[in-house]
């Protein structure tokens, strides 16, 4: 059994078309149906049922399908490990990211990495910091930024510094003259809140920071995006505790007003604790500060 016919094997059933499975591994169709035959006699089952509309897996073919794309990640994997030792960065780097990290520059990082390491494709997802934990510690993402140590035993953590929250006011709103705003004050009790969603770690500090200091927060909105949270704010629907640089893009609209007592989160980068990470994860590590 060859790496190349794990390939055109999983190539196929994936495309579910013998035309598109040859273009894509770039070999003419005759070539990639003879390395499925071999293939096919060499584990005597059919992988297959082929009819003149429609390309299926068969139940072999099913149970073949996660160990081919196992040999080829980890036959991927061994040659980025090599290219590694040589000096040279190649693969795919997959970082998972909150919204706002406020103490680090994500696109610039990235820039940069790309930059000192052109062989390595990245790809970017954004999420709440318990689903980028889990998804890190499953595996399918090589390194994430969240805003919370996450205590998950699988992971470790890369401390990144921290930020202090504000609230964010519209520049109108008579809260935007202040030099700082105690979180007890009885003029936020009365203000519409809009709020991030409720299964943030944000939220979560947000939430038991208001409660330390009795603040009943009426919330008139809730959103998913950082973004729209600062426009709904710009717009006056309400007011906001968020970190300072989601405002950067809205300064002309939405005021940054400190609060007493300060409102603190910590960011941290968190990876596989229990595998040496791989040259790709090590190099972004690397450009980061106070690692």
Known sequence: MELRQLEHFVAVAEELHFTRAAARVHVVQSSLSSSIGALERELDARLFTRTNRRVELTEAGRALLPSARRALAA?????????????????????????????????????????????????????????????TAAGSLDLAFVDRATGEPRLAEHPLGGDRLVLAVPRTDPLAARSVIRLADPTLASRD????????????????????????????????????????VGHGLGVSLLPPQALRNAADRVAAVPTDPPLHRDLVAVTLAARPLPPAVNALLALLPDV
């Open 193 to 232: 809140f809009v709020e991030y969603r409720a299964d943030s770690a944000l939220r979560a500090q947000i939430d038991a920071a208001c409660a330390a200091a009795d603040l009943h927060r009426r919330v008139a909105a809730e959103v998913d995006t950082i973004q729209y949270l600062v426009e709904l």
């Open 75 to 135: 036959a991927e994997t061994g040659r980025d490990a090599v290219a590694g030792v040589r000096g040279v960065l190649r693969g795919r780097l997959t970082v998972g990211a909150i919204q706002t990290l406020g103490v680090l520059d994500l696109p610039a990082l990235l820039a940069r990495y790309r930059r000192r390491h052109p062989g390595v494709a990245l790809r970017l997802r954004h999420a709440g910091a318990a689903a980028l934990a889990r998804e």
